[in-house]
């Protein structure tokens, strides 16, 4: 299975997987989230203190449509934004 952005994962491994709406959602575990990182080959990895904080942080992010609330999802969208731009002033010039 690929993510919204072409990301392979293995979603019968994460139950949740199904609800995240974040394209930047990757996996998880019971208390982390991991999503695509800032850092082009890297990825991001949210470890919570508990399962309910993790649950908890997914319901009102990684699981709406408003997941750029999350620091991390908003960040990726300002660089593919930066990124996008560039690109189309590339082929203006």
Known sequence: MLNALGRAFDMANHPNAANAKCPFYLCETPCSITCEGIISGADNLM???TH??????????????????????????????????????????
Do not use: I
């Open 47 to 49: 470890r919570f203190t």
């Open 52 to 93: 309910e904080d993790k649950s908890r942080f997914q319901e009102q992010n990684c699981n709406t449509f408003h997941y750029a609330r999350c620091p991390f999802a908003a960040a990726l969208l300002r660089k593919y934004e930066v990124e996008d731009e560039k690109k189309y002033h590339a082929k203006r010039a």
